[in-house]
């Protein structure tokens, strides 16, 4: 009796759950990711697709694209879940006793001691003016109006 497609490619299941760690995933999800691979390849096999070199051989890259396809997805999913809600709510009471205005003070001040032409870049930029724009107009180059932005967005960052 012929082996199906589907015996054949899961011949190969602890291989398929290693490659899957690899991608920094724990082994439980691992294995949900390989068995939504399974599904997947039934509905593809199912279409009258082939996933096989010949009777054999599997196509290890269509099933490797396809992991990593399913694990991309599974991860933008669930993003979201990997906060509790007890600390979602933390970080919201937290917020609500901030004094905006000393912040905003403290900002203005700190871009007052900065060198003026970080203080101006950072005001220009903040302001709404695309970097490339700016660029064109002063012919200062990209990458230096991006830095200096990017250096004074830091600072202050770390300010606040």
Known sequence: MEKSVLEIIS???KEWIYLVQCFGCNKDTAQDIVQDMYI???KIISNGSNVM??????NSYYILKTLKSIFIDHTRKNKAIHTPVEEQTE???DFSSVDYQAKYDIVLEELKNLYWFDR?????????????DLSRKTTIPYYTLYNTYKKVYEHLKKIL
């Open 11 to 13: 011949e190969r299941h």
């Open 40 to 42: 997947k390849m039934h």
């Open 53 to 58: 070199y010949n009777e054999t051989e599997i």
């Open 91 to 93: 970080k919201i009471q």
């Open 120 to 132: 101006k870049v950072f005001e220009i930029i903040n302001t709404g003016e695309k970097i490339s």
